[in-house]
Protein backbone atom coordinates (compact mmCIF):
# COMPACT_ATOMS: atom_id res chain seq x y z
CA UNK A 1 0.00 0.00 0.00
CA UNK A 2 0.98 3.65 -0.76
CA UNK A 3 -0.03 5.21 2.34
CA UNK A 4 -0.16 3.18 5.59
CA UNK A 5 -1.03 4.17 9.14
CA UNK A 6 1.80 5.92 10.95
CA UNK A 7 3.78 3.51 13.58
CA UNK A 8 6.73 5.96 14.45
CA UNK A 9 6.61 6.20 18.27
CA UNK A 10 5.75 10.26 17.49
CA UNK A 11 3.03 11.03 14.49
CA UNK A 12 2.13 14.14 14.75
CA UNK A 13 4.90 15.27 12.75
CA UNK A 14 5.56 15.94 9.38
CA UNK A 15 8.85 13.86 8.97
CA UNK A 16 7.60 10.69 10.94
CA UNK A 17 4.87 10.41 8.04
CA UNK A 18 7.20 10.99 5.32
CA UNK A 19 10.08 8.24 6.71
CA UNK A 20 7.86 5.29 6.67
CA UNK A 21 9.21 3.33 4.18
CA UNK A 22 12.90 3.23 2.24
CA UNK A 23 14.30 6.09 0.61
CA UNK A 24 10.77 7.89 1.14
CA UNK A 25 11.99 11.06 3.02
CA UNK A 26 14.66 11.62 0.67
CA UNK A 27 12.84 11.23 -2.92
CA UNK A 28 10.35 14.21 -0.96
CA UNK A 29 13.54 16.11 -0.10
CA UNK A 30 15.21 15.76 -3.22
CA UNK A 31 12.08 16.76 -5.31
CA UNK A 32 11.55 19.82 -3.42
CA UNK A 33 14.50 20.82 -3.94
CA UNK A 34 14.78 19.91 -7.68
CA UNK A 35 12.06 21.43 -8.88
CA UNK A 36 12.41 24.91 -8.38
CA UNK A 37 15.54 24.51 -10.24
CA UNK A 38 13.69 23.44 -13.82
CA UNK A 39 12.09 26.80 -13.20
CA UNK A 40 15.41 28.57 -12.58
CA UNK A 41 16.47 27.29 -15.05
CA UNK A 42 13.93 28.36 -17.63
CA UNK A 43 13.99 31.82 -16.47
CA UNK A 44 17.68 32.24 -16.83
CA UNK A 45 17.57 31.17 -20.71
CA UNK A 46 14.22 33.43 -21.20
CA UNK A 47 16.81 36.41 -19.72
CA UNK A 48 19.66 34.73 -21.64
CA UNK A 49 17.47 34.86 -25.32
CA UNK A 50 15.90 38.26 -24.31
CA UNK A 51 18.85 39.97 -23.68
CA UNK A 52 20.02 39.36 -27.43
CA UNK B 1 29.97 33.18 -39.34
CA UNK B 2 26.52 31.61 -37.60
CA UNK B 3 26.02 33.32 -34.00
CA UNK B 4 26.60 31.07 -30.82
CA UNK B 5 23.58 30.38 -28.92
CA UNK B 6 23.91 31.58 -25.12
CA UNK B 7 23.40 28.27 -23.02
CA UNK B 8 22.19 27.96 -19.65
CA UNK B 9 24.48 25.92 -18.29
CA UNK B 10 27.82 28.26 -18.79
CA UNK B 11 25.52 31.38 -17.32
CA UNK B 12 26.74 32.68 -13.87
CA UNK B 13 23.40 33.28 -12.80
CA UNK B 14 21.86 30.46 -13.14
CA UNK B 15 24.06 28.23 -11.11
CA UNK B 16 24.41 31.73 -8.17
CA UNK B 17 20.96 31.34 -8.28
CA UNK B 18 20.79 27.53 -8.00
CA UNK B 19 23.70 27.35 -5.16
CA UNK B 20 21.75 30.07 -3.18
CA UNK B 21 18.17 28.02 -3.16
CA UNK B 22 19.68 24.76 -2.56
CA UNK B 23 21.54 26.32 0.46
CA UNK B 24 18.71 28.43 2.00
CA UNK B 25 16.28 25.72 1.42
CA UNK B 26 18.95 22.97 3.00
CA UNK B 27 20.13 25.99 5.63
CA UNK B 28 16.08 26.53 6.82
CA UNK B 29 15.53 22.12 6.72
CA UNK B 30 18.13 22.21 9.02
CA UNK B 31 17.09 24.66 11.33
CA UNK B 32 13.68 23.18 11.46
CA UNK B 33 15.04 19.54 11.86
CA UNK B 34 16.91 20.90 14.88
CA UNK B 35 13.94 22.02 16.43
CA UNK B 36 11.95 18.90 15.71
CA UNK B 37 14.76 16.89 17.07
CA UNK B 38 14.78 18.62 20.44
CA UNK B 39 10.80 17.73 20.99
CA UNK B 40 11.44 14.31 19.82
CA UNK B 41 14.20 13.90 22.63
CA UNK B 42 12.91 15.78 25.73
CA UNK B 43 12.27 13.37 28.30
CA UNK B 44 8.78 12.06 29.18
CA UNK B 45 7.63 12.65 32.42
CA UNK B 46 6.62 10.80 34.95
CA UNK B 47 2.50 11.37 34.54
CA UNK B 48 3.05 10.17 31.19
CA UNK B 49 4.78 6.88 31.94
CA UNK B 50 1.35 6.34 34.33
CA UNK B 51 -1.22 7.07 31.48
CA UNK B 52 1.28 5.13 29.50
CA UNK B 53 1.98 7.90 26.78
CA UNK B 54 4.70 6.31 24.74
CA UNK B 55 7.95 8.69 24.74
CA UNK B 56 11.36 7.94 22.75
CA UNK B 57 12.85 9.02 26.09
CA UNK B 58 11.29 7.99 29.25
CA UNK B 59 10.79 9.81 32.61
CA UNK B 60 13.75 8.82 35.22
CA UNK B 61 11.20 6.79 36.62
CA UNK B 62 11.14 4.23 34.02
CA UNK B 63 13.60 2.41 37.16
CA UNK B 64 10.45 1.63 39.05
CA UNK B 65 8.43 -0.08 36.22
CA UNK B 66 9.47 -3.75 34.21
CA UNK B 67 11.22 -3.46 30.88
CA UNK B 68 10.82 -5.94 27.63
CA UNK B 69 11.80 -6.15 24.62
CA UNK B 70 9.31 -7.13 22.03
CA UNK B 71 9.88 -7.57 18.36
CA UNK B 72 7.14 -4.94 16.47
CA UNK B 73 5.96 -6.66 13.22
CA UNK B 74 4.20 -3.78 12.26
CA UNK B 75 7.42 -1.90 12.46
CA UNK B 76 10.23 -4.64 11.80
CA UNK B 77 12.55 -3.90 14.53
CA UNK B 78 12.41 -4.71 18.34
CA UNK B 79 11.21 -1.65 21.08
CA UNK B 80 10.80 -1.74 24.52
CA UNK B 81 8.36 -2.17 26.65
CA UNK B 82 7.96 -0.77 29.46
CA UNK B 83 5.10 -2.00 32.44
CA UNK B 84 2.25 -2.11 33.29
CA UNK B 85 3.83 -4.11 35.97
CA UNK B 86 6.26 -2.70 38.46
CA UNK B 87 9.80 -3.88 38.88
CA UNK B 88 11.80 -1.73 41.27
CA UNK B 89 15.36 -1.36 40.89
CA UNK B 90 16.89 -2.75 44.17
CA UNK B 91 13.02 -3.64 45.45
CA UNK B 92 12.70 0.21 46.41
CA UNK B 93 10.51 2.50 44.50
CA UNK B 94 11.56 5.83 43.83
CA UNK B 95 10.47 9.49 44.03
CA UNK B 96 10.64 11.53 40.40
CA UNK B 97 13.40 13.51 42.18
CA UNK B 98 14.73 10.52 43.40
CA UNK B 99 14.84 8.43 40.72
CA UNK B 100 16.42 11.45 38.75
CA UNK B 101 19.31 11.97 41.05
CA UNK B 102 20.12 8.40 40.71
CA UNK B 103 20.33 8.45 37.04
CA UNK B 104 22.46 11.60 37.42
CA UNK B 105 25.01 9.67 39.67
CA UNK B 106 25.48 7.37 36.80
CA UNK B 107 25.50 9.44 33.94
CA UNK B 108 28.41 11.51 36.04
CA UNK B 109 29.99 8.37 36.86
CA UNK B 110 29.77 6.94 32.99
CA UNK B 111 31.32 10.19 31.95
CA UNK B 112 34.10 10.06 34.94
CA UNK B 113 34.72 6.19 34.30
CA UNK B 114 34.81 7.00 30.19
CA UNK B 115 32.90 3.93 29.93
CA UNK B 116 32.79 4.74 25.79
CA UNK B 117 36.48 4.13 25.56
CA UNK B 118 35.58 0.29 25.38
CA UNK B 119 31.87 0.03 25.29
CA UNK B 120 29.08 1.83 22.72
CA UNK B 121 26.09 3.74 24.27
CA UNK B 122 23.33 4.84 21.87
CA UNK B 123 25.83 4.26 19.52
CA UNK B 124 28.88 6.55 20.89
CA UNK B 125 31.84 4.67 21.45
CA UNK B 126 34.17 2.04 20.98
CA UNK B 127 33.53 -1.69 20.15
CA UNK B 128 36.06 -3.31 22.32
CA UNK B 129 33.74 -4.09 25.08
CA UNK B 130 29.85 -5.13 24.54
CA UNK B 131 27.28 -2.68 23.60
CA UNK B 132 25.89 -1.44 26.54
CA UNK B 133 22.65 0.18 25.11
CA UNK B 134 20.34 -2.85 26.03
CA UNK B 135 22.62 -4.20 28.43
CA UNK B 136 19.87 -4.37 31.13
CA UNK B 137 17.65 -6.94 28.78
CA UNK B 138 20.75 -8.70 27.94
CA UNK B 139 20.45 -12.38 28.66
CA UNK B 140 23.77 -13.39 30.25
CA UNK B 141 22.08 -10.95 33.47
CA UNK B 142 18.66 -12.59 33.63
CA UNK B 143 17.30 -15.61 35.81
CA UNK B 144 18.83 -18.59 34.93
CA UNK B 145 22.02 -16.66 33.09
CA UNK B 146 25.65 -17.37 33.76
CA UNK B 147 26.25 -13.55 35.27
CA UNK B 148 24.11 -13.75 38.51
CA UNK B 149 25.38 -17.63 38.96
CA UNK B 150 28.76 -16.24 38.74
CA UNK B 151 28.78 -13.21 41.29
CA UNK B 152 25.94 -15.26 43.89
CA UNK B 153 23.63 -12.79 43.81
CA UNK B 154 19.88 -13.36 42.66
CA UNK B 155 18.99 -10.52 40.77
CA UNK B 156 19.96 -8.21 38.09
CA UNK B 157 21.06 -5.12 39.03
CA UNK B 158 22.87 -6.90 42.45
CA UNK B 159 24.64 -9.05 39.90
CA UNK B 160 25.49 -5.88 37.74
CA UNK B 161 26.52 -3.49 40.97
CA UNK B 162 28.96 -6.52 42.16
CA UNK B 163 30.27 -7.03 38.26
CA UNK B 164 30.89 -3.22 38.46
CA UNK B 165 33.11 -2.98 41.82
CA UNK B 166 34.40 -6.10 40.91
CA UNK B 167 35.21 -6.98 37.28
CA UNK B 168 38.18 -8.41 37.24
CA UNK B 169 37.28 -10.47 39.74
CA UNK B 170 35.04 -12.41 37.12
CA UNK B 171 36.64 -13.35 33.77
CA UNK B 172 33.78 -13.38 31.47
CA UNK B 173 35.58 -12.59 28.46
CA UNK B 174 39.35 -12.36 26.88
CA UNK B 175 39.24 -8.68 27.24
CA UNK B 176 38.64 -8.26 30.63
CA UNK B 177 37.24 -5.23 31.74
CA UNK B 178 39.71 -3.71 34.81
CA UNK B 179 38.79 -2.65 38.35
CA UNK B 180 38.13 1.03 37.64
CA UNK B 181 37.57 1.85 41.31
CA UNK B 182 33.83 2.00 41.10
CA UNK B 183 32.05 2.41 44.62
CA UNK B 184 28.79 0.97 45.35
CA UNK B 185 26.77 3.92 45.50
CA UNK B 186 28.30 4.31 41.59
CA UNK B 187 27.73 1.38 40.50
CA UNK B 188 23.38 1.25 41.70
CA UNK B 189 23.90 4.91 39.80
CA UNK B 190 25.57 3.09 36.51
CA UNK B 191 23.02 0.56 36.99
CA UNK B 192 19.97 2.58 37.40
CA UNK B 193 21.73 4.86 34.11
CA UNK B 194 22.00 1.29 32.35
CA UNK B 195 18.41 0.61 33.08
CA UNK B 196 16.75 3.58 31.90
CA UNK B 197 18.65 3.64 28.81
CA UNK B 198 17.39 0.45 27.84
CA UNK B 199 14.04 2.03 27.78
CA UNK B 200 14.91 4.54 25.20
CA UNK B 201 12.91 3.49 21.78
CA UNK B 202 16.31 3.56 19.75
CA UNK B 203 14.16 2.10 16.37
CA UNK B 204 15.62 -1.60 16.94
CA UNK B 205 19.08 -0.52 17.69
CA UNK B 206 21.39 -2.71 18.72
CA UNK B 207 19.37 -4.90 15.45
CA UNK B 208 19.10 -7.98 16.48
CA UNK B 209 19.55 -8.01 20.03
CA UNK B 210 18.39 -11.11 21.73
CA UNK B 211 15.91 -11.22 24.48
CA UNK B 212 15.76 -14.59 26.48
CA UNK B 213 18.14 -17.50 27.27
CA UNK B 214 16.73 -19.69 24.54
CA UNK B 215 16.93 -16.78 21.87
CA UNK B 216 20.38 -16.16 22.83
CA UNK B 217 21.23 -19.65 22.39
CA UNK B 218 19.39 -20.11 19.27
CA UNK B 219 20.65 -17.45 17.59
CA UNK B 220 18.93 -14.31 18.82
CA UNK B 221 15.56 -12.78 16.88
CA UNK B 222 16.11 -12.72 13.53
CA UNK B 223 17.79 -16.48 13.43
CA UNK B 224 13.99 -17.46 13.09
Known amino acids: ML ?40 SEKKKLNGDK | MAEKKASVWT ?15 ATILLIWLTFDTISQIRMGTDEELAKGIKRRIPAPTVINY ?27 ELSPKEAKNLLHLGKLTEQAKNCMDCHTLLGNGAYYAPDLTKAWLDPMWAKGGPMQAMTGKNSKEEAMVEFLMHPDKYPTHARMMPNLGITEKEAKGLVAFLKHMSSIDTNGFPRGFSKTIKDYETGGTYAK
Open chain 2, 11 to 25: SISFWRRSAAWVTGF
Open chain 2, 66 to 92: KIGYKYDEKRGLEVPVIGPEKNPLFGK
Open chain 1, 3 to 42: FETCTDVACNNIFAWLNQGPLTLTIVLHTIIILPMFWIYF
